[in-house]
């Protein structure tokens, strides 16, 4: 019998897992492990949400099927969402559809729009299933950079004019997973413009976009007038209202590439929970003081990572978004690699961090820091840190870090 599958031919080893691998099995032995690894949300969702959540769901009826594309009222808060936030005026009926998160939204848009060989625009390094997604599908990845600079457009033409056949859909992620980038309106404009011109489809991953630092609110492609002639975008209940385990996301804008997808999703399944889906209308349509609250906890947690890591002798530079921080690996360890390096802090330090090179080629030399753990497990975090540094012969701050 044949167990040589095409697709799974395509997927190279997932590298992360071999860190959770060993942060479990270090945990099963009873070992202290701050995790700093995944990004999974250490706090609760509002009250308010989870007791909607309990409500519907004590009603006999709302244990049926529920609605692919979404129920009604939860495509309509998402509308509001984009215009109370963006000043985007969006179609509930055309152009929104509910998701299970964002990753499934987008690797089963990849499975509607990609045919075999074509080439995909993806950043290297980027969120795995902005590759992944559409490697599944069949396609050929060309990479691009995350900077969202000129380099990254020279990169784009160079696609145009040297890839064959000619790139059909661009992926991009801003604030970026890994690296924390940010983009601000005038680089959207500019990638619209290139899809116009190009005929290329913009998918644009705005997973983060309530976790912003130093007053600089992240914006949307569809901000700019025309976006929707190209470009999707899609947003995730996970981080913003730590809900990451319900599993809501939305792809919202072209309403082609919202059809395709929606009609994909209704042979795949059924939509959420009801029950969830309506305590997301209560999270998007209630108080929204939440937000606020969790990017003020992230941002304080950024600052206690960075100055307390840098005291340990572990220099990161501080994100501007995101829930992580792209740390390069101290200068007199970078021989290790990133994989290597994550395995010694998990061993030693009992630190779990994700290798860059995870994330692509691109991300060697870099790991990922998930600011996961509250303020006073971080300053251990450094404290463990400096104590394996010192242990390998690097030089370290004198002063007690963390104190």
């Given at each position: 019998m044949q167990d040589d599958f095409y697709r799974i031919k395509r997927?190279?080893?997932?590298?992360?897992?071999?860190?959770?691998?060993?942060?479990?099995?270090?945990?099963?032995?009873?070992?202290?492990?701050?995790?700093?690894?995944?990004?999974?949300?250490?706090?609760?969702?509002?009250?308010?949400?989870?007791?909607?959540l309990a409500e519907v769901a004590a009603k006999p009826d709302a244990h049926g099927y529920s609605a692919s594309k979404g129920i009604a009222g939860l495509r309509r808060a998402q509308s509001a969402y984009y215009e109370r936030r963006f000043g985007v005026d969006v179609d509930p009926e055309t152009e929104v559809v509910v998701t299970l998160g964002s990753k499934e939204g987008l690797a089963n848009l990849a499975q509607a729009i990609t045919a075999p060989g074509d080439v995909v625009l993806a950043p290297n390094p980027s969120y795995p299933i902005h590759t992944f997604g559409f490697i599944i599908a069949g396609?050929?990845?060309?990479?691009?950079?995350?900077?969202?600079d000129e380099k990254y457009f020279e990169a784009l033409e160079r696609a145009v004019r040297f890839t064959v056949p000619r790139p059909s859909v661009l992926v991009m992620g801003y604030p970026s997973n890994p690296t924390a980038e940010v983009?601000?309106?005038?680089?959207?404009?500019?990638?619209?413009?290139?899809?116009?011109?190009?005929?290329?489809?913009?998918?644009?991953?705005?997973?983060?976009?309530?976790?912003?630092?130093?007053?600089?609110?992240?914006?949307s492609i569809l901000q700019v007038p025309g976006a929707k002639d190209v470009a999707i975008e899609f947003?995730?209940?996970?981080?913003?209202?730590?809900?990451?385990?319900?599993?809501?996301?939305?792809?919202?804008?072209?309403?082609?590439?919202?059809?395709?997808?929606?009609?994909?999703?209704?042979?795949?399944?059924?939509?959420?929970?009801t029950?969830?889906?309506?305590?997301?209308?209560?999270?998007?349509?209630?108080?929204?003081d939440i937000v606020q609250q969790n990017r003020e906890l992230y941002h304080r947690r950024r600052d206690v990572m960075v100055e307390a890591f840098g005291r340990a002798g572990w220099d990161i530079p501080p994100p501007r978004?995101?829930?992580?921080?792209?740390?390069?690996?101290?200068?007199?360890?970078?021989?290790?690699?990133?994989?290597?390096?994550?395995?010694?802090?998990?061993?030693?330090?009992?630190?779990?961090?994700?290798?860059?090179?995870?994330?692509?080629?691109d991300g060697e030399g870099?790991?990922?820091?998930?600011?996961?753990?509250?303020?006073q497990r971080l300053r251990q975090a450094a404290r463990n840190i400096r104590k394996y540094l010192q242990s390998m012969g690097v030089n370290t701050p004198s002063a007690n870090a963390g104190s």
């Open positions: 997927l190279p080893p997932y590298v992360i897992a071999e860190v959770n691998a060993m942060r479990a099995a270090a945990r099963a032995r009873g070992d202290d492990i701050i995790d700093l690894g995944m990004g999974n949300p250490d706090l609760p969702p509002p009250p308010h949400v989870i007791a909607k396609a050929t990845i060309r990479s691009v950079p995350t900077t969202p983009a601000d309106l005038a680089f959207y404009e500019r990638v619209v413009a290139f899809a116009k011109k190009h005929n290329i489809w913009v998918l644009s991953d705005l997973a983060y976009s309530e976790i912003y630092f130093d007053g600089q609110p992240t914006p947003t995730s209940m996970s981080k913003t209202y730590s809900m990451a385990g319900w599993r809501i996301g939305f792809a919202v804008g072209n309403k082609t590439l919202i059809s395709a997808l929606t009609r994909v999703k209704s042979y795949l399944d059924y939509g959420a929970f029950p969830i889906q309506a305590a997301a209308v209560a999270a998007l349509n209630g108080p929204q978004a995101s829930m992580f921080a792209w740390a390069p690996l101290p200068p007199a360890l970078a021989h290790l690699g990133s994989l290597e390096f994550s395995k010694q802090l998990l061993t030693e330090a009992g630190v779990a961090v994700a290798p860059g090179v995870g994330y692509g080629e870099f790991v990922r820091i998930a600011l996961v753990e509250n303020e």
